[in-house]
């Protein structure tokens, strides 16, 4: 709505200095929705790349690196009783921080004990491939944070910005009314310009029109009464 007033009142400039100050706020106004509009959907889209990230990534740490561990261990607990309970695998639906915290503990555990490990099966690059892929893990949630924040603050700054420029469209339309209010195509351009439903926030919705009211019932024949007894005689 802000943009579209703004292209109208840019194309019907006038020398009043309010009128021009007012126009220049408008400007300035909706070049920051620009950049923060960008900001945005840049966010949006980093978030969305990063968890998509993390979630491949976090299959290969427990698939190809958890799981390994885990079963060593399983198998040679009975000749090494000090690895029992150490290398608890962490269930596939472990939220993000609580399986990052449990593959980073796994790998401490696992560089501590790594040379009696290392007699098991565990492999030679090990430790440093587990080491990098818990690294990129967390590189992905923190870039999967920083990008959420960058969208979300992005959009409350579109919030502000929309209200402010809200009041200087209502400003605007005072100046309207008083230069083009016998003018009905200019007022018709300009009622267009301002008057666009939306976007809606959360929580609100549409009006919705009121029912119309339900016709009254009819009522119905009268019954004609059954003839008596006698009668019938």
């Known amino acids: 709505m802000a943009r579209r007033v703004l292209e109208f009142v840019l194309a019907h400039p006038q020398t009043d200095t309010g009128y021009a100050a007012v126009v220049t706020r408008l400007q300035q106004e909706v070049a920051q929705a620009d950049t923060a509009g960008v900001q945005q959907d840049s966010?949006?889209?980093r978030e969305h790349a990063a968890i998509g990230r993390r979630t491949v990534l976090r299959d290969a740490v427990r698939s190809q690196h958890l799981v390994r561990l885990s079963r060593i261990v399983?198998?040679?607990a009975k000749?090494?009783?000090e690895l029992y309970g150490r290398f608890t695998l962490p269930t596939h639906n472990t939220p993000n921080r609580g399986f990052?915290?449990?593959a980073k503990s796994m790998l401490a555990t696992a560089t501590e004990m790594k040379d009696v490990l290392s007699t098991l099966g565990l492999g030679d690059t090990f430790i440093d491939e587990l080491t990098q892929a818990v690294a990129a893990l967390e590189g992905a949630t923190t870039d999967a944070h920083v990008a959420?924040?960058?969208?979300?603050g992005a959009?409350?700054?579109l919030d502000q910005i929309a209200s402010v420029a809200a009041v200087d469209v209502s400003v605007l339309d005072t100046f309207?009314?008083?230069i083009y209010g016998n003018d009905p195509m200019t007022m018709a351009a300009w009622q267009s310009a301002?008057?666009?439903a939306g976007p809606f926030r959360k929580g609100e919705e549409a009006e919705t029109p009121e029912p119309a009211p339900a016709p009254e019932p009819v009522a119905p024949p009268p019954v004609p009464p059954v003839p008596s007894a006698a009668g019938q005689q």
């Open 194 to 196: 301002k008057n666009i």
């Open 79 to 81: 000749e090494h009783p």
């Open 43 to 45: 966010g949006i889209e």
């Open 74 to 76: 399983k198998r040679a």
């Open 100 to 102: 990052l915290n449990k």
């Open 176 to 178: 309207v009314k008083r």
């Open 155 to 157: 959009s409350a700054q």
């Open 148 to 152: 959420r924040n960058d969208h979300v």
